[in-house]
């Protein structure tokens, strides 16, 4: 029995480790494209453009088959509230926010 939860644990463990880094890669990208990102320590992040409104942006997303999570709360509603998926999920995010930038200058 213990081994089968050593297992588990050893398996989180790693899950968790892969899910860190990649958040903070996708942070990390998008500081370097211009937005503000806050501080996470969970499986998600909040962001925001200065260049795209966030509805603009949640927008241009899902028209492009990325979805991420928009709220029209007036204190909030510039943000957009990023699922940290797979790293090729996000080096496609990544790659599409690229993109959106670039067709809107």
Known sequence: NHKIIDANKDYYDNIN???IATREFTAESLEKLGFSVLP???NFIFAKSDE???KMYYNKLRERGILVRHF??????EWNRITI???IEMRKFIETTREILEEIK
């Open 17 to 19: 480790k892969k899910v």
């Open 40 to 42: 996470s320590k969970t």
């Open 52 to 54: 795209i409104s966030g």
């Open 72 to 77: 029209d709360s007036p204190r909030i509603c």
């Open 85 to 87: 998926g797979s790293d």
